[in-house]
């Protein structure tokens, strides 16, 4: 069922109306104000993708061709859009190292370098 949004030539609101076809005229009233008046509005919709294509989005040369990895806000910003992207929570932890790297660069370092050795 197709939902449809109109702006009301009387009040300005936005008005969204449900119909149960496609080819159904609509002859609907702002919940507002009253008035017949509505001109239809593009509504925004979601295309669902694949994992594969919303890996490829995130690494693709558009994606991180501007990336500094010795920029660590960058990363940071990289990582967190990585994690929506693909609508995963990392978790308490993961933020955390986020954090830290945006804040100071050095929160990712956990030891174990070639100096500890």
Known sequence: ????EYRCGGCGRKVSILTLRVSETVDATCDRCGSHD???LMSR???PRS???????LTSDDAIGGLDESDP??????????GRELGEDGG????????G???????????????DL
Request: hydrophobic share 40%; net charge negative; proline share 2%.
């Open 73 to 82: 806000a960058g990363m940071a910003r990289w990582m967190r859009k990585m």
């Open 38 to 40: 509505l001109t239809r």
């Open 45 to 47: 919709f979601a295309m």
């Open 1 to 4: 069922m197709p939902i449809y």
């Open 101 to 115: 790297i945006e804040s100071d660069g050095d929160a990712g370092d956990s030891g174990g370098g070639e100096d």
């Open 92 to 99: 308490d932890d993961f933020d955390a190292m986020v954090d």
């Open 51 to 57: 994992d594969d294509a919303r890996l490829d989005a």
